[in-house]
């Protein structure tokens, strides 16, 4: 084991070494300062936590591409290799020439690719659990303000309990940071909020169609708030995605305009959620910063509940539910659904930290078909062949629009060590 912690030190002052531009080439090749993975202007899907912590990226400046395209990979292969020569003189022996035993591979570098397809299964499954869960509250007890703040204040007690046995450790905040975090947090507790009313309003599946817009409206904050050119060949992938939807809409047979609009104001509010996270640049790790941003959304979240829903709750609300199902099943319905919105938020953090980005999109467009095709199951929605249609249609958009934009960062993007701090 120490063997192995030299080379990777040894691999990773090798890099460092190779890293520096040399005299002859500083004017031609430049470093992008550190960037959230993920942020609206890269196309990505912010899932929380995931799209805050900084990635290196080497961009170039106006040296020709060609002359750019062949130093980034002749410096990938350099790094490579210094690396694997790093490591295999440190595996078998140390400085003094004596053999080391090399520690046995655990289960999860060993099969990686078992351990990444579990997460994702976990991942849909959990997801798929909790709208089921989360449609099922909603029809005998149609409070979304309150179970919004439900759902976040038992991630919060899952995250205080985590933290109080250092599972993780608790990352330090400061004043600075804090300032950062209030958007997001503001922004996400407003796309839940608004989500959850359309789950209420309306059928699992229409809502979810409704947000298979969100690559829309990323790609328009994308355009004309940051200033960032999309490519037209983006543009026209989101054509489907507008006319499916549009034409899901127009036959859905629990469409309702509190439905709709909400749906449509929980993805402006999670794509603004994108481009403050684009700011919020950190450190610290994603449980963490998931946690954080959960605690100040739950403070947010709790006015609105008792100004919206409080007085009619204390009325009737929470007797009405319990008359219906009984206090027992009430109250572990709200804390199962909380606890299954929290860990299916964090499992997805954890899923897609592990993946190149075009398996990223993949992954969320496979998401949103699966809790669509179960929702339709489990509650026997009737749509219409026009929506069906609609709703293939405003998928495969989202595919499209995925992997273009997927393929387009893989291009750019040049990956050296993601160094990842707990």
């Known amino acids: ?38 942020a609206v202007g890269e196309g990505g899907n912010v899932i929380w936590g995931r799209q805050l912590r900084p990635a290196l990226l080497l961009e170039s400046s106006p040296a020709p591409a060609g002359l750019f395209v062949g130093r980034r990979e002749n410096l990938r292969k350099r790094i490579v290799a210094a690396a694997a020569s790093a490591s295999s003189s440190g595996e078998g022996s140390d400085s003094s020439g004596e053999a080391k035993v090399v520690a ?25 659990i909790f709208n089921i869960l989360n449609k099922k509250i909603y029809n005998y007890f149609p409070y979304p303000y309150f179970v919004s703040v439900i759902h976040l204040f038992v991630g919060v007690v899952y995250c205080l309990l985590s933290w109080s046995v250092n599972l993780p450790k608790r990352a330090p905040i400061d004043s600075k940071l804090l300032k950062l975090l209030i958007p997001v947090a503001a922004c996400h507790a407003l796309g839940h909020v608004t989500s959850n009313v359309s789950f209420a309003a309306v059928a699992v599946s229409f809502t979810h169609t409704i947000k298979a817009l969100e690559p829309f409206f990323n790609a328009a904050a994308s355009q004309f708030i940051l200033g960032q ?47 403050y996270s684009k700011k919020a640049m950190t450190d610290m790790d994603s449980t963490n910063v998931y946690a954080y941003i959960s605690i100040i959304a739950l403070i947010i979240c709790i006015p609105p509940a008792i100004i919206v829903e409080g007085p009619q709750l204390i009325k009737h609300g929470f007797s009405d539910a319990i008359a219906k199902v009984g206090m027992v099943k009430f109250i572990s319905d709200l804390f199962w659904v909380g606890m299954f919105y929290h860990l299916y938020n964090q499992l ?28 339709i199951l489990a509650f026997g929605n009737k749509i219409s062949t026009q929506t069906g249609i609609g709703t293939s249609i405003a998928i495969l958009g989202v595919a499209m629009y995925s992997y273009i934009k997927a393929k387009m960062e893989e291009e750019k993007r040049v990956s050296l060590i993601l160094i990842y701090t707990s």
Request: charged share 10%; proline share 5%; aromatic share 16%.
């Open 104 to 128: 046995p591979v655990g289960f999860f570098e060993k099969y990686p690719a078992l351990v990444t397809g579990f997460f994702f299964f976990m991942w849909y499954f959990l997801n798929v």
């Open 229 to 275: 050119s999309i490519p037209i060949t983006l543009w026209l992938s989101l054509a489907p995605v507008v006319l499916g939807v549009s034409m899901a809409s127009l036959t859905e047979l629990s469409f309702n305009w509190l439905g709709f609009i909400s749906a449509m104001i929980s993805n402006i509010s999670f794509t603004y959620r994108s481009i």
């Open 348 to 375: 997805a953090t954890n899923t897609l930290e592990r993946v190149a980005p075009l398996t990223h999109a993949v992954g969320n467009v496979l998401k949103r078909v699966f809790v669509i095709g179960f929702s």
């Open 1 to 38: 084991m120490e063997s192995r912690v030299l080379s990777r030190a040894t691999a990773f002052a090798t890099v460092s070494h190779l890293w520096k531009p040399s005299r002859e080439s500083h004017h031609n090749v430049g470093f992008a300062s550190l960037k959230p993975i993920g």
